[in-house]
């Protein structure tokens, strides 16, 4: 297979055989020698085969194996000719990340470690499975699936300036709870403002370096300054909508002109096309209502160990998202629908879509790291808008699979090193400590150091843990 290097960290596969784009890769060599080693180009390739896909099929710097669409990967496509894949947004719809700031400063959280983790762990329900305190009827979940984080902040879980620092607002258009299954609805029930499991995580962190001190300071960070980190998404909510959409999709379309059946799809101007897209806002919905949620309970419980805390959103951003964009096509302006699995946006100053207080600089950028290694938080450029439709990573990507991990990397050592960074852990069970070590993904340092160069999204500042939650 024929992978020709363009430039530093830029990698082309060019077309061949049913692809009607090249495949580009961004990442630095010791990056894509970890990418050859699944079928992630061969996934790059095979969406390089769909109708109506534009420019390029893209992988990122976090890039690895998933369903149909690689995670860490971005297309494009045409309104017109192009199609939308629940394989390119993948089953934990807006699997997405939320950081928060507050006014504690690392010395106030140190002593306080154990009693912060023990309640944030007995607060928010996390696990497979493990039910919300928060109970809502059929009727409030539909509006709740239609208006998202809007809707909870109106029931008093949260300000106004909660979601107006959130993508799309907490809401994404075009949302509509009568496409998402009786079947989706009943997950759904009973599991808003839970953190599940898997590689969903709560973080209480602190600011240990800082790359920007302008576009810091205007965020209003500060060296040693505390934050919190969410990462969430829609629960089994989502997972049934994907679910339920890859069964239609294969029963209306069948697999016959796919590469790969994990690559089912339905013309986006289809109904089909345009019922999944509705559900799938809805999901989308469901997480930016699930972390506000937990926003919520998250400031309560620090209230009771710090009466004079004060939290407020910096950004919330989606992965694994469908969305319709405008964006620069062979030097004209066109409506794209935009696919980021296991990707985030990463849009640069003016963009209307970016929140009026961040419109001048540009829009925050969250990328977390695996567990127990830092996080970072970047800003959103043109570069990016130029080179990969406005996105970059979205974390560190996985180089292990889980059954891998089980058997090879021992819990107690897990433990061990956590302790001797001083982070304090509380987990719901030993697999996640297992299947979330650091060692099962890429460096985060390295997977950031390379869209910081390509200019995808610029480093502002790095973040630590000081406590860790996993379900």
């Known amino acids: 297979m024929q992978i020709k290097k363009i430039s530093e960290n830029i990698y082309e596969i060019p077309k061949t055989g049913c ?15 970890a990418i050859k080693q699944d079928k992630t180009i061969e996934q790059i390739k095979n969406v390089a085969c769909l109708p109506g896909i534009l420019k390029a099929s893209i992988a990122l710097s976090d890039a690895h194996q998933g369903y149909g669409f690689p995670i860490g990967g971005v297309a494009a496509f045409d309104m017109k000719k192009g199609v939308i894949s629940p394989g390119g947004v993948g089953y934990d719809i807006n699997c997405s990340v939320r950081l928060v700031k507050t006014n504690l400063m690392k010395k106030d959280i140190e002593p306080n470690k154990e009693k912060i983790v023990n309640a944030l762990f007995r607060k928010i329900p996390s696990g497979v499975g493990r039910g919300s305190k928060f109970q809502i009827t059929r009727p409030e979940l539909n509006k709740l699936l239609e208006n998202g984080a809007q809707y909870v902040v109106d029931k008093g879980y949260g300000v106004k300036e909660d979601y107006l620092h959130m993508e799309e607002e907490g809401k994404l258009p075009g949302a509509d709870a009568s496409k998402v299954s009786e079947r989706a609805i009943k997950r759904g029930l009973g599991q808003v403002g839970t953190l599940g499991a898997g590689n969903h995580f709560l973080e209480v962190q602190y600011v240990d370096e800082i790359f920007n001190k302008e576009i810091a300071k205007a965020w209003g960070l500060k060296k040693n300054q505390v934050t919190i980190m969410i990462h969430c998404g829609s629960r089994g909510l989502g997972h049934q909508v994907a679910s339920d959409y890859i069964k239609k999709m294969e029963d209306k379309y069948g697999f016959k002109d796919l590469p790969d059946r994990e690559l089912i799809n339905a013309p986006i101007n289809s109904q089909l096309g345009k019922d999944y897209y509705a559900a799938m806002a809805a999901a989308a919905n469901f997480a930016f209502a699930n972390k506000q949620l937990i926003t919520y309970w998250v400031r309560k419980e620090m209230k009771y160990l710090f009466p004079k805390i004060k939290i407020d959103v910096i950004y919330d951003v989606c992965h694994n998202i469908a969305k319709f964009e405008k964006h620069i096509v062979d ?9 980021r699995k296991g990707a985030t946006r ?6 209307k879509e970016v929140p009026a207080t961040y419109r001048k600089i540009g829009q925050p950028v969250i990328i977390p790291g ?18 990969t ?22 819990k107690s050592k897990v433990e061990q090193d956590l302790k001797q960074k001083g982070i304090k852990l509380k987990s719901g069970s030993w697999k996640t400590l297992v299947d979330e070590a650091p060692e099962v993904y890429k ?29």
């Open 331 to 339: 030097g004209k302006p066109q409506e794209v629908c935009i696919h």
């Open 443 to 471: 460096d985060i340092d390295e997977v950031v150091k390379v869209v910081d160069e390509l200019g995808i999204s610029k480093k502002v500042v790095r973040l630590k843990p000081l406590t860790v939650i996993k379900g």
């Open 19 to 33: 692809m009607n784009v090249p495949g580009l890769v961004y990442a630095s060599e010791k990056i894509m020698n």
């Open 389 to 410: 439709f406005g996105s970059t990573v979205h974390g560190a990507g996985r180089v292990m699979g889980r059954g891998q991990a089980f058997k090879t990397i021992d």
């Open 370 to 387: 695996s567990m127990g290694t830092s996080s970072y938080l970047l800003v959103g450029t043109k570069k990016a808008e130029e080179l």
């Open 346 to 351: 990463s849009f640069g100053p003016g963009r």
